[in-house]
């Protein structure tokens, strides 16, 4: 007998000798259930999202979204709309049983119960068959559900001439102007409205471009002392020679800019 033979040696007797190899189990025996979760359903989840990311992104290179002008309160004409995967509530609001003295369904209540059954679906439909025909209840209420998020949509945007919104819409950007900082207005202007319009008239976040407007200079010395728009009231502060010298600063701007 050779030595060693059929002996084992381990460093600690509470490890087995023999370790054993992690075995998922057999999911044949569920019903609808024929492959592991880790990693080969995962795995090919993964790769429907990635084909779809990508074709996303590629749709959205061919086809870019139009921007629109800057947000212009005083335009009572401009009909705003939300984006297109929001489109079918926006069509939901405008039917009588959501809208009105009903807004608070149509804008709460109905896509409340809506997103929360889909949330908790999960906990609710506990059952272990996957077949859709086997799930008559739950299928159904999908199917219903991508129906009228499809046809809603739809309604929305077959109401729109998107083409035209965008031509109306594009957004003006004005041109580059030289700013004569020697003209008496421009100091008026650096102490009194810079702070909200720019040091170039561009505008910002706080107030619209002053570049590209069509206001006479009294027009100017009145919105200046009573405001317009989002604009409040007796934002200037001087006197009447300065806010003469203002308003002129701001339209000769604009008469070089034509």
């Known amino acids: 007998m050779k030595r060693g033979k059929g002996m084992k040696f381990v460093g600690d007797s509470r490890i087995p000798a023999e370790k054993q190899k992690f075995i998922p189990k057999d999911y044949s025996e569920y019903p609808g259930r024929t492959e592991a979760f880790w990693p080969n359903f995962l795995l090919k989840e993964w790769l429907v999202g990635a084909v779809f990311l990508v074709g996303f992104l590629c749709l959205t290179v061919a086809h870019p979204a139009p921007l629109e002008k800057i947000a212009d309160p005083t335009d009572a004409s401009y009909i705003p709309l939300p984006d297109w995967y929001f489109l079918f509530l926006y069509q939901l609001l405008k039917y009588e049983f959501a809208s009105g003295p009903y807004f608070v369904l149509g804008a709460l209540i109905i896509p409340g119960l809506a997103f929360g059954g889909l949330f908790l679906a999960p906990f609710l439909d506990k059952g272990k068959e996957r077949r859709p025909h086997k799930r008559p209840i739950t299928t159904s209420l999908m199917i219903l559900g991508f129906v009228a998020v499809f046809w809603l949509?739809?309604?929305?945007?077959?109401?729109?001439?998107?083409?035209?919104?965008?031509?109306?819409?594009?957004?003006?950007?004005?041109?580059e102007v030289e700013i004569d900082t020697s003209d008496p207005g421009y100091a008026v202007?650096?102490?009194?409205?810079?702070?909200?319009?720019?040091?170039?008239?561009?505008?910002?976040?706080?107030?619209?471009?002053?570049?590209g407007i069509d206001y006479s200079v009294d027009e100017i010395k009145d919105i200046a002392v009573n405001g317009i728009g989002s604009m409040p009231a007796n934002q200037f502060q001087g006197s009447d020679e300065e806010l003469q010298q203002l308003a002129e600063f701001i339209v000769s701007v604009n008469e070089e800019q034509e």
């Open 189 to 211: 202007f650096e102490k009194s409205c810079m702070q909200c319009h720019g040091g170039e008239l561009e505008g910002g976040a706080a107030a619209p471009t002053l570049i």
């Open 153 to 175: 949509t739809y309604e929305a945007a077959a109401h729109v001439d998107w083409e035209a919104k965008a031509e109306n819409n594009k957004p003006e950007l004005p041109s």
